[in-house]
């Protein structure tokens, strides 16, 4: 074979370099060229806002109390939250037994007993505590505490001893450092310090009053020259979840009471001389009170000074409600992912598109390129219209809405679009994997939306649920968490609640370890089988 | 006839396309020279040799080899399922063959970057997404070799489509169907195109226009292999034929030679004294049969010699002529021993 003196025809195209963006504008004009997909795109993008505006639009909540005299309820809206300096919504209702502390100064005092009642379940109404049982609640609080002001939701530092948690440090509501454990008794009482200097408060615990340990200590930022400061006691709201077989739960609750008693109560540096004062900074005031006598004193208080949780006696919830149209979307994007590719198959266009670009892993990478990103837009356009207009109107319909963090509200928007488009690219996959649409929108919408649905609507029990959200690329719905999980309070942390078991980009890293895995099959089936 | 040509090309005198190849090529397409390997002084295009493949318990494939020359349209028949398709899915990399190689212009189909600028190939007109207009059919296949929609509409022109182009595939009749695919096998401008089956559906104003393009595109030395199950539709079109069967080569000869060995030295006479002429003619030693009323095939005797005889007895006759066999009694000829040669493989097993 020689090379030929004669001539032969040469394509007159010009010669365009050899790139993968050639293939992703092939692809993209491939997408956009089909109406059906375009359409595809939008429902997908109107399921989430329209789902979403629907279930905000027909949510209306309220707040009932009986009145005692007539025996009859009076509805009203939920009252907004008390925000804390963090803008977290918050409870902060205990009972404060406090003197003026002008400038630095410290306070000390022994604690011999923390014990509580809770209330029965069938209590009449203004008298909560009749038939009430002993016992103190794991998370029942009493110490000493210094306050901006006896204002609900102002900042604060305390060190307090707790029911089942041991001493505790805790500032500004989110914050909690652990001192010694375990519980008191006559014959093993904790001594408790707390000490302003400046804009800071220190914490310390002692087992004799003699050895101190600092627990923690806060800055708390613009805290005024003279403020409130002295003893406290609350305890919240008692819950009993019951977990039904097959799924579903329910639940009981009510309020409960801690007694502390305190004595040994030194100060130094600028107490005023005045009497101590009482006061029930919110909540139920008919649980509060103190006794003095001699140098002991016995406070009583119900409440709670910590962040709101959703699904328990809190009434808000997070802001993912607003997401709840995710799953409607995310059905109609992989339809059109999964066409994206199966489509070719069916007519025959495969062929022509892998004799255009012979390298079928590029075609591939191409086609999940177009994909992920159109459906990230129609994701992140539809989360980003949905997410303020249905919190508005979830607020203007009465309900509580957890005020979330800027970093947070962007998370959960990005999140939904990059769980849309990673799934969209999964779909994609299995289209190609499988040729055929329907089963890759079947095998798609078992591994993600089904999940998703047994375990948020609380189908299966709380455990199977949770484990669900760990294990399936369901767990990728956890980017739509808004509600932080609080080792110090305690909560029904479930997803039906809002709470996942994995963290938000643990939980999509679950979907993106599928996908990864499903493109990497495709790609080799792509490449091995005959066109 | 055409006219005066308006571009000098460099293109040798004898391979000047055909003038209503020309007309259309003149549209928008110059030409550029390159060198290819070539056999026997002639350019080589496509390379087959010794594929085989099975799928499953079925040979698709049994060792074929073939070569298809530029300059030519390479008529590539057989009847369905002797592994017409299957050769050109192998040739594009769409099929893996268990054994042997395909190369276009001595490269494998896989190694090359802009694979449309190489080969265009038709293999099925239906390959479309309904609900995409033939023009965005084209545009995303053009970006995906870095062309763009000025070469689009050229190939539209040139394919005859533009009217329909901006209508959704999905209501093509199966005539633009092919108009479509043809237009898309011109989109790199390719030297080589490779055709399946490309008259199917086609009206027979289709056909004609569909003959004149495909030796339009020879005679600008592309290499033109064009499959096909009907004869009839390569007549006057291909001056090359490979023939196959059960996978493999039967013939691989030029268009001409084939017809001359069909026609064999036989005159056609028309003459309205038949029996007359039979006697004259018999009596001289040669074989006459009678095809039509006026009509006679004379094998046996050349042409000038049967002027002499009817001459001599004064027998009348309108018109004499060398007989020219149709491609399809060529390729009749051509398949017979085919047929015999199958009868006898068949009865092997049995012994």
């Known amino acids: ?13 010009s010669a365009a370099r050899d790139g993968f963006a050639q293939l992703v504008h092939a692809e993209w004009t491939k997408l956009r060229t089909v109406r059906g997909w375009l359409i595809g795109l939008l429902v997908g993008a109107t399921l989430v806002v329209g789902v979403g505006l629907l279930a905000a639009a027909a949510t209306h909540a309220s707040a009932c109390t009986i009145q005692s005299a007539t025996g009859q309820p009076v509805c009203h809206g939920i009252p907004a939250p008390t925000i804390g300096p963090g803008g977290e919504a ?67 530092a305390a060190i307090m001893l707790t029911g089942e948690h041991g001493v505790r440090f805790q500032y500004d509501y989110t914050h909690d450092t652990a001192g010694i454990p375990g519980a008191v008794s006559a014959t093993s009482p904790r001594w408790l310090r707390l000490a302003r200097s400046g804009d800071t408060i220190t914490g310390y615990d002692s087992l004799d009053g003699t050895h ?71 909540g139920d005031q008919s ?60 007519r025959g266009l495969i062929r022509t598109s892998l004799a255009a670009s012979p390298r079928r892993g590029r075609v591939l990478a191409a086609k999940a390129v177009v994909i992920g990103a159109a459906t990230f837009i129609a994701g992140l356009v539809a989360a980003a219209i949905v997410v303020p207009i249905a919190r508005h109107m979830l607020r203007s319909n009465g309900s509580v809405v957890y005020p979330t963090s800027t970093y947070t509200e962007v ?37 993600i939306v089904l999940p998703y649905i047994l375990a948020v609507a609380s189908v299966l029990p709380v455990g199977a649920g949770q484990w669900l959200l760990r294990l399936t690329p369901a767990a990728a719905f956890a980017v739509q968490q808004s509600l932080i999980q609080y080792p110090q309070v305690a909560g029904d942390y479930t997803p039906t609640n ?10 999509f890293a679950v979907l993106c370890g599928y996908t990864a895995v499903a493109l990497l099959v495709a790609a080799v089936v792509l490449r091995r089988r005959d066109a | 006839m055409c006219g005066t040509p ?99 212009g001595g490269r494998p189909y896989a190694s090359l970057r802009h694979p449309l600028r190489h080969v265009g190939s038709l293999l099925d007109a239906a390959a479309l997404h309904p609900a995409r207009t033939g023009r965005n059919h084209l545009l995303w296949l053009a970006h995906s070799q870095g062309l763009g929609a000025p070469r689009v509409d050229e190939v539209i022109e040139q394919a005859g489509l533009a009217t329909a182009a901006r209508r959704k595939s999905g209501g093509y009749s199966l005539g633009m169907r092919q108009r479509l695919g043809l237009a898309a096998a011109l989109l790199g401008d390719p030297p080589v195109l490779m055709l399946d089956e490309p008259f199917n559906g086609l009206d027979p104003e289709g056909i004609v226009w569909m003959r004149g393009f495909l030796r339009a595109l020879a005679d600008q030395d592309r290499a033109v292999l064009v499959s096909s199950h009907l004869m009839s539709e390569l007549q006057d079109t291909a001056t090359h034929l490979v023939a ?54 004379v094998a046996g005797v050349d042409a000038g010699r049967v002027v002499a005889l009817l001459s001599e007895a004064a027998v009348p006759f309108t018109e004499i002529s060398a007989h020219r066999a149709t491609l399809e009694e060529a390729y009749m000829e051509l398949t017979r021993d085919q047929v015999e040669f199958r009868a006898a493989a068949t009865a092997e097993p049995a012994r």
């Open chain 1, 1 to 13: 074979m020689t090379a030929g003196t004669d001539t032969a025809y040469r394509s007159t195209t």
């Open chain 1, 90 to 156: 918050v409870n902060d209702g205990f009972y404060f037994v406090h003197q003026p502390l002008t400038g630095d100064g410290a306070i000390a005092v022994r604690i011999s007993s923390l014990t509580g009642l809770i209330s029965s379940g069938d209590a009449q109404p203004g008298q909560p505590m009749t038939g009430a049982t002993p016992g103190v609640q794991p998370w029942s609080k009493a110490g000493l505490i210094v306050k901006t002001s006896t204002t609900p939701g102002s900042a604060y």
């Open chain 1, 212 to 282: 101190w340990t600092e627990v923690g200590s806060a800055r708390l930022i613009g805290l005024p020259a003279t403020v409130p400061a002295g003893l406290f006691a609350t305890s919240p709201d008692y819950q009993q979840i019951t977990n039904h077989l097959g799924g579903g739960e329910s639940g009981t609750g009510g309020p409960t009471q801690a007694t502390a008693r305190f004595d040994r109560l030194s100060r130094q540096g600028g107490w005023s001389d005045s009497a101590w004062t009482g006061t029930q900074v919110s």
């Open chain 1, 287 to 346: 649980l509060s009170g103190f006794t003095q006598s001699g140098g002991t004193w016995t406070v009583r208080g119900s409440g709670n000074i910590a962040p709101q949780v959703a699904g328990g006696s809190d009434p808000g919830q997070g802001l993912e409600r607003t997401l709840i149209g995710t799953f409607a979307g995310l059905i109609a994007l992989i339809v059109v992912a999964a066409l994206f590719v199966t489509s070719e198959y069916r």
């Open chain 1, 411 to 447: 998370r959960m928007i990005v999140g939904t679009a990059a769980l849309l488009a990673v799934a969209a690219v999964g779909a994609l996959a299995l289209g190609t994997i499988l040729r055929r649409g329907a089963g890759a929108v079947t095998a798609v919408i078992v591994a």
């Open chain 1, 498 to 507: 809002g709470y996942y078991p994995l963290a938000p980009w643990a939980g």
């Open chain 2, 6 to 104: 308006i571009i000098v090309t460099a293109r040798p005198a004898h391979r000047r396309p055909s003038c209503e190849g020309r007309r259309k090529w003149l549209l928008g397409v110059t030409t550029r020279r390159s060198r290819l390997p070539t056999v026997g002084g002639m350019d080589v295009s496509i390379e087959v040799n010794g594929l085989r493949k099975r799928f499953g318990s079925i040979v698709a494939l049994d060792g074929m080899s073939f070569t298809v020359p530029a300059g030519q349209v390479t008529g590539f028949v057989g009847p369905n399922g002797a592994g017409k398709s299957t050769t050109m899915r192998v040739i594009l990399g769409l099929d893996a063959a268990d054994e042997g190689s395909a190369t276009i």
């Open chain 2, 244 to 297: 196959i069967g059960r996978g493999r080569v039967i013939a691989d000869t030029s268009v001409a030679d084939l017809i001359a060995k069909a026609s064999d030295g036989r005159v056609t006479l028309h003459t309205a004294a038949r029996s007359q002429a039979m006697t004259v003619l018999a009596h001289a030693g040669a074989t006459v049969a009678a095809s039509d009323r006026d009509t006679l095939t």
